[in-house]
């Protein structure tokens, strides 16, 4: 199994640029996250998403959006990028919970903008 | 808020020395609490678990009690391994009007020196 499948690995930007980052999950999962990931700040949660068609702020959305058309796929999207966004960004999956569901990440994109 | 601390890393231990990583946590109820752990250029992975008080969860020789009365969740290891090197991230799971999602901590590095 794939299982949680990132692209691109590794991206340079410049600045005002946009691009999309693609998430892909064969687990059949209900849902899904983008996460970033900043040296001393741990992972923070940008968007998810419950369900297909459906999507959710999370602690970090400023700059971003996300759609879920396709249950195995959910997109983030920079529109206008800006060095502040330069970091590592995780996708992750998840079953509908009950009390010990876990999450299933991907290997990450490593964005640089600049 | 809801919230995760972690101790400050990083933590540099020679080869067989054991290991505690301490972790508190500010939620409401009793939710699930996991260790993951991220390997340098991977993504995370889930480590262990626990989802209610007393339980222990445990992985690969690494544990970790879910202690109510304290709200924490501290991981240990009585002999730690060159292998072991990576950043350890305690979370939980958080549940609300627009589904669950984890809440993690500001990740601990961890050197093993031979």
């Known amino acids: 199994n794939a299982g949680v499948t990132q692209t691109p690995k590794f991206r340079v930007l410049k600045t005002g640029q946009s691009m999309t980052l693609l998430c892909a999950q064969d687990?059949?999962?209900?849902?899904m996250y983008w996460y970033r990931q900043d040296p001393g700040m741990g992972l923070r949660l940008i968007h998810y998403s419950v369900g297909e068609g459906t999507t959710a702020k999370g602690e970090v959305p400023d700059g971003y959006n996300v759609s879920r058309l396709k249950k195995q796929n959910f997109l983030l999207g920079l529109e206008s990028a800006a060095p502040s966004q330069t970091s590592v960004y995780f996708c992750?999956?998840?079953?509908?919970?009950?009390?010990?569901?876990?999450?299933?990440f991907g290997s990450g994109t490593r964005l640089t903008v600049v | 808020g809801d919230s995760v601390t972690q101790m400050e890393g990083p933590v540099t231990l020679s080869e067989e020395a054991f290991l505690t990583i301490n972790c508190t946590y500010t939620a409401t109820g009793y939710p699930s609490l996991f260790w993951y752990v991220q390997y340098p250029g991977e993504g995370l992975q889930l480590l262990l678990k626990?989802?209610?008080?007393?339980d222990k969860g445990s992985n690969k020789g690494f544990e970790a009690t879910y202690r109510k009365e304290t709200t924490s969740f501290h991981l240990e290891k009585g002999s730690v391994q060159v292998s072991d090197s990576a950043v350890y991230f305690c979370?939980?799971?958080?549940?609300?009007?627009?589904?669950?999602?984890?809440?993690f901590g500001q990740g601990t590095e961890l050197s093993v020196k031979p």
């Open positions: 626990a989802t209610k008080a007393d």
């Open positions: 992750a999956s998840s079953y509908v919970p009950g009390q010990d569901y876990g999450y299933t």
């Open positions: 979370a939980f799971a958080k549940w609300g009007n627009q589904g669950g999602k984890l809440i």
């Open positions: 687990m059949n999962h209900e849902y």
